[in-house]
């Protein structure tokens, strides 16, 4: 799809997008979160230093951060992005698919709604996570996932109509979510890794390649003046900052054995 002429310019025009993003620590009980990979049990006090500074990254990019504390009912609530889809005009609060993430969602609609007036809802049998939702300018990229069926994009593109924004889906082959192989960072490139590189839907963008070896770091963040990219990646690391990009490096190991990145642990707006 790529940008149109008015959206490039709207594209460049917003540099400094995000002002706020909410965090939740990891808890004692994250040794306990869903991975579908065999690195390992996480390390809960490794864990939350890395969890520190992630939040002192985002805080470099100029943003305010609000750190909610730890929920251990729920291993994976340190994972906000899959509660909510969050734009300027409204939240829209997501349903999750797994059972023992059902819940986490409460608490954010809550503290969403110190910032919004217009709260909307995916409900059942719609499901959707944060992580399968890339936003393109006024566009809306839905993955369709193991976490996010038809019935869920289809609830959220009715909703952004709403407010003039528009939604498409994407078929996921073997992704997690959408945001575990691409990531949006601006001035029309994408960076991509896997099933994403060939994806005739994103063919008129620039595609910057992620190699298999490091497809994680495909998962990673544009805040303001700043790209927060996965320590350790340095073939991604130096293509990001040919393409013109400052880039902050920031270790997530430990949530990479639950399948999260960076994306995953922030609502960011």
Do not use: W
């Amino acid at each position: 799809m790529g940008l149109s002429r008015k959206d490039k310019k709207k594209d460049k025009d917003e540099r400094k997008m995000y002002e706020k993003a909410i965090v939740r620590k990891p808890g004692k009980t994250i040794v306990d979160g869903i991975s579908s990979n065999d690195l390992g049990k996480p390390i809960y006090k490794k864990a939350l230093k890395q969890h520190r500074n992630y939040v002192e990254a985002l805080e470099r990019c100029g943003v305010e951060v609000i750190v909610l504390e730890a929920d251990v009912r729920f291993p994976d609530s340190t994972f906000v992005e899959d509660t909510a889809i969050v734009t300027e005009k409204c939240a829209i609060i997501a349903q999750p698919c797994v059972e023992s993430r059902s819940g986490e969602e409460i608490k954010i609609k809550r503290r969403l709604e110190e910032f919004y007036d217009r709260i909307e809802i995916v409900e059942s049998p719609g499901t959707i996570e944060g992580g399968d939702v890339l936003r393109v300018c006024d566009h809306f990229y839905i993955g369709l996932s193991t976490r996010t069926n038809k019935e869920g994009a289809k609830q959220l593109i009715n909703i952004l109509e709403k407010y003039d924004y528009t939604g498409s889906t994407v078929p996921l082959k073997k992704a997690l979510h959408l945001k575990s192989g691409i990531a949006y960072l601006g001035d029309n490139n994408l960076l991509a890794a896997g099933e994403f590189i060939d994806n005739p839907i994103f063919n008129n963008f620039n595609i910057i390649k992620v190699d298999n070896d490091e497809r994680y770091a495909s998962n990673c963040i544009r805040v303001n003046d700043y790209v927060l990219v996965a320590e350790g990646y340095q073939k991604t690391i130096k293509a990001i900052e040919r393409a013109g990009y400052k880039t902050i490096r920031v270790d997530v190991s430990e949530f990479r054995k639950l399948d999260g990145g960076l994306s995953c642990l922030s609502l960011r707006f």
